[in-house]
């Protein structure tokens, strides 16, 4: 069965840190370009971040750019979003997923992504 699954969500003051992880089962992750998304209440889904199959190739939302950092580690099978400086607006589930082809997270709402994982919650709040 194919399958992500996120991990390492939580309740985090404003300014702290988180670091959500996404493992595969079923598949070799490293054959896919890898994205994080997040829906907030009542928002559409929105890009964050994304990883190309490789790593050689990353890209973030403007909202994120120099807070969070995306990695992979192919042997682990498993892709990383290590998020600091966190705010109330980053607050929301956030969700990995694996497509075929790497893809700027500008704009995407997740088209594209075959494989989505259940999600984790972030909830940024003193």
């Known amino acids: 069965q194919l399958q992500l699954v996120e991990s390492g969500g939580g309740l985090v003051q404003p300014g702290g840190s988180l670091r959500l992880s996404c493992a595969a089962s079923?598949?070799?992750?490293?054959?896919?370009?890898i994205a994080w998304f997040r829906q907030a209440p009542g928002k559409e889904r929105e890009g964050v971040s994304s990883i190309s199959s490789g790593g050689a190739a990353t890209n973030y939302a403007d909202s994120v750019k120099g807070r969070f950092t995306i990695s992979r580690d192919n042997a682990e099978n498993s892709v990383y979003l290590q998020m600091n400086s966190l705010k109330p607006e980053d607050t929301a589930i956030y969700y990995c997923?694996?497509?075929?082809?790497?893809?700027?997270?500008?704009?995407?709402?997740?088209?594209?992504?075959?494989?989505w994982g259940q999600g984790t919650q972030v909830t940024v709040s003193s």
């Open positions: 079923g598949f070799t992750l490293g054959n896919y370009a």
């Open positions: 997923a694996a497509s075929s082809w790497y893809q700027l997270v500008a704009g995407s709402t997740g088209e594209g992504y075959a494989y």
